[in-house]
Every structure is written in C-alpha cells, then in structure tokens.
Nanobody, 113 residues
Framework: QVQVVESGGALVQPGGSLRLSCSIS????????MMWYRQAPGKQRERVAT???????EYADSVKGRFTISRDNAKSMVYLQMNSLEPDDTAAYYC???????WGQGTQVTVSS
C-alpha cells in the first residue's frame, strides 16, 4: 500500500521561497517517476513538476525557472524547491506516482502579503 506524506507548506510573502518535502513508502522508490501536483480552491488539480528515474525533470510553464524538483532515492524522498513565489502559487500541494488512486493530505502553500 502506497503511503504519501507531504510537508513544508506555509504562509509566505510574494517573492519568498519554500521547500516542500514528500515521504513515500510502499513502493520501490527508485523505480518510480515522481510528480508534484497542486490544487487551488475551485480549480482542478494540476501537475507542476516531474522527476524521472534517471533524474531528468519537467515543469509546467507556470513554474518553469522558479521551481526545482529533486529526489533522494536512499531516503525515498522527493522535494520541491519553490522560489519567487507568487499569489497564483497558492494551493494545496501533493506528491505522487503516475496513475495513483490514493492521495496524501497535501501541504498548504499560501502566498500573500
């Protein structure tokens, strides 16, 4: 059974930075693509960053150049470094594997002055 725990969300001012962490268990972590998603109130969940098993990455256009996804296979952890945060980044952030049917509780990021 896959279990996901996200952490690191907070209230931050525009232009600030946060680092989100995600612990995942129940899988052979190094064999899986990992993704960060976000869901703002009233909006659909969207994928913001992907890291492949080889370490290469992809980003949504809205976060490209500001967010960095990374992984630590030894610790079964995935991270999302978020810089130059904007109010539109306000959302609950989730991590998961592709095709997941269950989700963690997410971590709330609020960007506001």
């Amino acid at each position: 059974q896959v279990q996901v725990v996200e952490s690191g969300g907070a209230l931050v001012q525009p232009g600030g930075s946060l680092r989100l962490s995600c612990s995942i268990s129940g899988i052979t972590f190094r064999l899986y693509i990992m993704m960060w998603y976000r869901q703002a109130p009233g909006k659909q969940r969207e994928r913001v960053a992907t890291i492949f098993t080889a370490g290469n990455t992809e980003y949504a256009d809205s976060v490209k150049g500001r967010f960095t996804i990374s992984r630590d296979n030894a610790k079964s952890m995935v991270y999302l470094q978020m810089n130059s945060l904007e109010p539109d980044d306000t959302a609950a952030y989730y991590c998961n594997i592709p095709g997941a049917t269950s989700w963690g509780q997410g971590t709330q990021v609020t960007v506001s002055s």
